[in-house]
């Protein structure tokens, strides 16, 4: 497309705002009695293609819907590069689903893996099968030799969403050097600290020691080494004392407090969507910037899965009372 503009992305965006999924319409797929009647909820809002008709292909939809979203946003783009900081995690997702199905030794179902990435999925699938990392980026192949030095010691692939979380920050902070948007460091700065303390904790449930933790930290946020390796001495629970150092005591404190009686760092993962879709969401009227075409994408995004979420349940026969604390952040 030529003379790309941001206030013309902008514009166009805002036109396909209307059709996002409101808080209002994702309650009423939530009640709905069935997986069925959700589905039929889906469909009746205008969401997907409207091809698939059974609630068990619900993925399918959800991954054209997903992949129009990104194809337009490549095209009205000017900042492709800028845009594609945002694919990276993607090119991540990927290769945690295949590292994890490579030593479970099982096999990889048809569509599990995301195309929206900037790594060609058969590069990475080779890199996996062969262990030959030269065609990745640096910081996902040193990530991926360490993953092999540690699990010649003992396999664990608890640790490969640390190290890979590790890599994918590192690789984030080289490349937003040449962008310009203050706002896209500050969702960097605050995706550090928060899977730095989502490493801190998984790391401390392992009975891994500090040299690893100095492996996979991620410089560049207002959390400093120095503290955590300290934390790291004292247990669990002296990372809370830290949240406050960054304005996470809001999002992170209701984290911990689920992380204590559940075990689970879901809620750690989600407070971490939550912070960051918010850094992002505060742009998107920003006519002369990214802000909007990352918004929008992050919008489709979260939308996708919350509606992952409520057809997994609804299909497993949960309530609408299990989906409470699962359900994500809605844009509109």
Same mark, same amino acid.
């Given at each position: ?55 068990v292909l619900f993925e399918s939809l959800i991954k054209r819907e997903l992949k129009d979203a990104y194809d337009y946003i490549s095209r009205i783009v ?24 490579y030593a479970k030794k099982e096999p990889l179902s048809s569509g599990a893996l995301k195309k929206n990435g900037t790594i060609p999925l058969e590069i ?6 062969? $262990?030959?990392? %030269?065609? *990745?980026? &640096?910081?996902? #192949?040193?990530?991926?030799?360490? =993953? ?111 992380? $204590?009686?559940? %075990?689970? *760092?879901? &809620?750690?993962? #989600?407070?971490?969507?939550?912070? =960051? ?37 609804k299909l497993n026969g949960k309530d609408a009372e299990f989906l409470g604390g699962r359900i994500k952040g809605m844009y509109a």
């Open positions: 497309m030529r003379g790309k503009s941001y206030p013309f992305a902008c514009a166009s965006i805002k036109v396909r705002e209307t059709k996002l999924l409101t808080k209002e319409k994702l309650l009423r797929i939530k009640e709905a009695g069935s997986a069925e009647d959700a589905f039929k909820l889906l469909s009746e809002i205008g969401y997907g293609s409207g091809e698939c008709h059974q609630a000017p900042d492709q590069n800028a845009f594609n900081l945002f694919l990276y995690k993607n090119d991540y997702l990927n290769l945690k689903i295949l590292l994890k199905r990475l699938k080779s890199a996996v099968a062969d $262990k030959q990392y %030269g065609a *990745l980026p &640096a910081e996902m #192949k040193e990530a991926l030799i360490s =993953l092999d030095r540690q699990f010649s010691v003992k396999e664990d692939v608890s640790l490969i969403g640390v190290f890979l979380d590790s890599a994918y920050a590192r690789q984030l902070q080289r490349a937003v050097k040449g962008v310009r948007d203050g706002f896209i460091k500050d969702y960097m700065a605050a995706y550090a600290d928060i899977t730095n303390v989502i490493s801190f904790i998984r790391l401390r449930l392992l009975n891994m020691g500090k040299e690893t933790l100095k492996k996979v930290f991620i410089e560049g946020g207002a959390f400093e080494e120095k503290a955590f390796f300290e934390a790291f001495e004292s247990g669990l629970d002296s990372i809370s004392h830290y949240f406050a150092k960054r304005g996470f005591e809001r999002s992170l404190n209701a984290a911990f407090d689920e992380f $204590k009686k559940s %075990g689970s *760092l879901y &809620a750690f993962e #989600k407070a971490r969507d939550d912070y =960051l879709i918010d850094i992002i969401m505060k742009h998107k009227d920003d006519v002369f910037t990214i802000g909007p075409s990352v918004a929008y994408i992050l919008a489709k995004e979260r939308e996708a899965d919350n509606i992952r979420i409520v057809m997994t349940a």
